[in-house]
């Protein structure tokens, strides 16, 4: 017997690739049911071979659904989320809404599958931001064997993770460059077409972006509270795929050679580190794949016990919609067991 899965937000970029997602890893899902606001009832999204029609999620009963993934905005996901899960269904949200909720784990499988035993008590299991998942990925196995202090990363994020509408943006503006149009700016700040945009979300009074305190937040909630990070978060024009230089100092000694062997026993990472023309992974590369691309792993010889690497990965996968469709599939083997 499989579960009722309800995904929310099936039109969107992150619902579809949930839905793909679900069907390509075979999810023991007896039934699996489209839903999004009362705009898009009807309209017809894929899931693997089969097509399913949308429903309103406003007259969708959640009684005897076991798990429904969120991919919607943070004030959807606070309205609705508490009343999904007050009828037996255990919420996994994309969101930023309950990320550092005391009472509500924030998970990446790879790195801290222990904490979804924390569902009971909300009955929300939450997904972090899309630049935190890849990074933790990385740098668990690092930390498991050399104990990492300070992390200082900067990110090349693709417009995808600000929507649909941005990703139009970029066409659109791109094109507008080659025949000569005015540049429309409505999504970003600043154009985004042949440029990049070391701003991503809002400011904070302290200079910071939130995306930027997302991720040091995130990562010493999932990973650990004694690592030190700072991020800059920067918009390139990118369509998919998150992009990170990240430069780890640890407490214990780590070569690269033994950083390269670690990782590459890692889950959820493939390590592709040549130290020649082409022998490293770009975004390109990395969309439609699960994994988390780790690339020019060097020693940095200006701190003590310091490392560089290259992180690359499906910020629509990896970043949201696998690693939701990931704790599902431990929350099924490990807590809930209704699947033979």
């Keep these: 017997m499989g579960y009722k899965i309800a995904v929310v937000g099936a039109?969107?970029?992150?619902?579809?690739?949930?839905?793909?997602?679900?069907?390509?890893?075979?999810?023991?899902?007896?039934?699996?049911?489209?839903?999004?606001?009362?705009?898009?009832?009807?309209?017809?999204?894929?899931?693997?071979?089969?097509?399913?029609?949308?429903k309103a999620i406003e007259q969708f009963d959640f009684k005897g659904t076991d798990i429904c993934l969120m991919?919607?905005?943070?004030?959807?996901?606070?309205?609705?989320?508490?009343?999904?899960?007050?009828?037996?269904?255990?919420?996994?949200?994309?969101?930023?809404?309950?990320?550092m909720d005391p009472d509500v784990?924030?998970?990446?499988?790879?790195?801290?599958?222990?904490?979804?035993?924390?569902?009971?008590?909300?009955?929300?299991?939450?997904?972090?931001?899309?630049?935190?998942?890849?990074?933790?990925?990385?740098?668990?196995?690092l930390h498991?064997?050399?104990?990492?202090?300070?992390?200082?990363?900067?990110t090349y994020q693709a417009v995808s993770g600000a929507g649909r509408e941005a990703m139009d943006e970029l066409f659109t503006q791109t094109r507008a460059v080659f025949v000569n149009d005015e540049i429309v700016r409505e999504q970003f700040t600043k154009?985004?077409?042949?440029?990049?945009?070391?701003?991503?979300?809002?400011?904070?009074?302290?200079?910071?972006?939130?995306?930027?305190?997302?991720?040091?937040?995130?990562?010493?909630?999932?990973?650990?509270?004694?690592?030190?990070?700072?991020?800059?978060?920067?918009?390139?024009?990118?369509?998919?795929?998150?992009?990170?230089?990240?430069?780890?100092?640890?407490?214990n000694p780590m070569s690269d050679e033994e950083a390269r062997a670690l990782l590459r026993e890692a889950p959820g990472v493939l390590v592709v580190d040549k130290r020649e023309d082409g022998?490293?992974?770009t975004p390109l590369e990395c969309v439609g794949d699960f994994a988390t691309y780790i690339s020019r792993i060097r020693v940095d010889p200006t701190i003590d016990n310091g490392l560089n690497i290259w992180v690359v990965s499906d910020n629509l996968r990896k970043g949201a919609a696998l690693n939701a469709v990931q704790i599902a599939e431990t929350l099924g083997a490990r807590y809930l067991k209704k699947a033979a």
């Design 279 to 281: 022998g490293y992974i």
């Design 105 to 141: 784990p924030l998970v990446v499988p790879e790195v801290n599958p222990g904490a979804i035993a924390g569902y009971t008590k909300k009955n929300i299991i939450a997904n972090p931001n899309c630049s935190t998942a890849q990074m933790v990925v990385a740098l668990k196995p």
């Design 144 to 154: 498991d064997a050399a104990v990492i202090r300070r992390v200082v990363v900067s």
């Design 11 to 54: 039109t969107g970029n992150v619902g579809q690739e949930m839905l793909n997602i679900l069907a390509e890893r075979d999810f023991p899902a007896d039934e699996v049911v489209a839903l999004a606001s009362r705009a898009s009832v009807g309209r017809d999204v894929s899931y693997g071979d089969r097509t399913l029609k949308v």
């Design 191 to 251: 154009q985004i077409a042949f440029n990049v945009i070391p701003h991503i979300d809002d400011f904070m009074e302290d200079g910071t972006t939130k995306e930027e305190w997302k991720m040091v937040v995130e990562t010493k909630k999932i990973l650990d509270p004694k690592i030190k990070l700072t991020a800059t978060c920067v918009r390139v024009p990118v369509f998919v795929g998150h992009s990170e230089a990240i430069n780890i100092e640890f407490e």
């Design 71 to 99: 991919a919607v905005s943070a004030s959807l996901a606070g309205e609705w989320a508490p009343k999904i899960a007050a009828k037996g269904c255990i919420v996994i949200d994309n969101s930023s809404r309950f990320r």
